[in-house]
């Protein structure tokens, strides 16, 4: 087995997805776990990055420290050079956490003086200026997360993010200052001052700024943010090679397509009329309908399951009509959850998922434990091929990730 030089923890299905492919675009092989390792896990021999899929981000924080830290020691087991916790590039949590507890607990465990934060994912349009965090030119507490029905993002500036939840101070570090080789002169010094660990908050709003960063704080252990700054850490451990997983493993496969739509997001929702548009067969669930036991994961499938090439399954809504039902959230979830298990023993074999609570419930309903990264749909979100069933293809993407068209342009990817 290769050496680990990276080893990540992200708090969602998708967002560990979305780092993993980075980091095989930066040239490291790389394999991406559901959940904590054990006996049954399978890690590619030719692994330089290990990333661990949790669904950590909105259960209680102490919960949510118990599990990544139970993963960030297996990496430390397996021998991982640098260690990554990777969160949301919109940086969703509440008041109370979950990034914040989960940082502490690494710089406590990990013993480090200090670690940055940083979400920025500019090819996505998240940035961080003057300390802030930016959506697509807008900050994050006038942006769709404000309202987000688990999230709500009503603060832009990290500092005061990381002020509420964490239990250290931020240092904000802005762009002319990453490329001062006193710089980390300061920092240290800061160190010194305040004999306690603390958060470094740099700028990065042009992809540059991610190489800038990765130097600069190249003596670290420890790194957290969204996948840029993952990318540019790959970049920087690994000289670019072709990966060594076989590339007919990583093509497309012929059988039955399904999408499966969880999100809310304002993307998702576009993307969803843009399927539909195009002609292919959907089928829409009603919370109402669910929460009321009058229809359940069977009867829809008896209604979708005959289809011959692909069909959406959706419950898609704004985010206030999905907040006003009760407990819809979790019934929609579980009802996807499900459906998923029926099209993988009714012989689906390409599945496209969206949103990141839906993606992570429904790899545990598949069941697979271990996935090789291939070629990106859109940036952030790759083709995986699960490593106990190399017939399969799965896509799953964040709500505001992907084209338009992206439904159909996975299908098409997934497909021989």
């Known amino acids: 087995m290769r050496e680990i030089l990276l080893g990540c923890v992200a708090d969602d299905f998708t967002g560990a997805s979305d780092a993993a492919s980075f980091l095989a675009q930066a040239g490291l ?19 330089c990055a290990v990333v661990i899929a949790l669904k950590t981000r909105t259960i209680p924080a102490e919960e949510a420290v118990r599990q990544s830290m139970a993963a960030f020691h297996y990496l ?51 940035v961080v200026k003057g300390g802030k965090l930016y959506v697509n030119g807008v900050l994050l507490q006038d942006s769709h997360m404000k309202d987000h029905p688990l999230t709500p993002m009503r603060e832009s500036r990290i500092a005061a993010l990381m002020g509420a939840q964490g239990k250290y101070a931020s240092l904000e570090i802005g762009a002319q200052e990453l490329c001062d080789e006193n710089t980390i002169k300061k920092i240290d010094a800061k160190a010194t001052e305040w004999k306690k660990p603390f ?36 970049s920087f451990l690994y000289a670019k090679q072709p990966p060594s997983a076989d590339k007919a493993m990583l093509a497309g496969v012929n059988g039955k397509g399904i999408v499966l739509a969880g999100s809310c997001s304002a993307i998702t929702l576009k993307q969803i009329d843009a399927f539909k548009q195009k002609g292919f067969p959907y089928y829409a669930l009603s919370p109402e309908k669910l929460l009321a036991g009058e229809e359940c994961a069977q009867t829809i ?41 029926k099209a993988l023993q009714g012989g689906y074999t390409r599945f496209v998922v969206a949103g990141g609570e839906t993606s992570g419930a429904v790899t545990k309903a598949l069941g697979f434990r271990s996935f090789y990264i291939g070629e990106s749909v859109a940036t952030g979100v790759p083709i995986m091929t699960p490593a106990e069933s190399l017939n399969l293809r799965i896509v799953l993407k964040s709500g505001n990730f992907g084209q338009i068209d992206f439904f159909e342009r996975a299908l098409k990817m997934i497909s021989l």
């Open 76 to 126: 430390d087991r397996l021998g991982a050079k640098k260690l990554y916790f990777k969160y949301c590039s919109t940086f969703d949590s509440t008041d109370k956490g979950n990034i914040g507890p989960v940082v502490d607990a690494l710089l406590q465990t990990y013993k480090e003086k200090y670690t940055v934060i940083c979400p920025s994912l500019p090819a996505n349009g998240r």
């Open 199 to 234: 958060y470094v908050i740099p700028d990065y709003y042009e992809d540059l700024h991610g190489a800038q960063i990765v130097k600069l704080f190249a003596a670290c252990r420890v790194y957290t943010g969204g996948s840029g700054l993952a990318g540019a850490l790959g």
């Open 301 to 341: 499938w008896e209604k979708v399951k005959d289809h011959q090439h692909e069909v959406l399954i959706y419950s898609s809504e704004a985010p206030e009509k999905i907040s006003k039902a009760q407990g819809a959230a979790a019934k929609i979830e579980a009802t996807l959850s499900a459906l998923a298990h």
């Open 29 to 47: 092989p790389t394999v991406l776990l559901n959940e904590i390792p054990d006996a049954r896990a399978r890690i590619g021999e030719d692994a």
